[in-house]
């Protein structure tokens, strides 16, 4: 799934700065947490463990990661979810 964070004319739906909250969903594998986070974190220098929330599915196979973080640009968020993107451990960003 790919979020467009862009109006038609390429114009950001977002006004920046702004509190973000990101969702990262991937296999219960133990390490999904650090790796969203430590992602972001790249990005975000002020993104804080604190503001993690983790949800298990159903069956507890998969997990939802969410990190809310200040975010500053557009471009900041592109890198973010272009990184979580490649990672093999994440399958799904919202």
Do not use: W
């Not at 998969?62 to 809310?68: E, G, K, L």
């Not at 200040?70 to 900041?76: G, I, K, P, R």
Request: charged residues 25%; glycine residues 4%.
């Amino acid at each position: 799934m790919t979020v467009d964070l862009h109006t038609p004319d390429k114009e950001s739906l977002i006004d920046f700065p702004c509190d973000y909250k990101l969702k990262a969903m991937g296999k219960n594998s133990g390490t999904l947490v650090e790796t969203v986070y430590e992602i972001t974190k790249k990005y975000a220098p002020d993104a804080s463990r604190d503001n993690i929330y983790i949800k298990d599915s159903k069956g507890r196979h998969f997990i939802s990661v969410n990190i809310t973080f200040h975010a500053t640009s557009l471009e900041q968020l592109h890198n973010i979810y272009g990184e979580l993107k490649q990672h093999p451990e994440v399958l799904m960003t919202l």
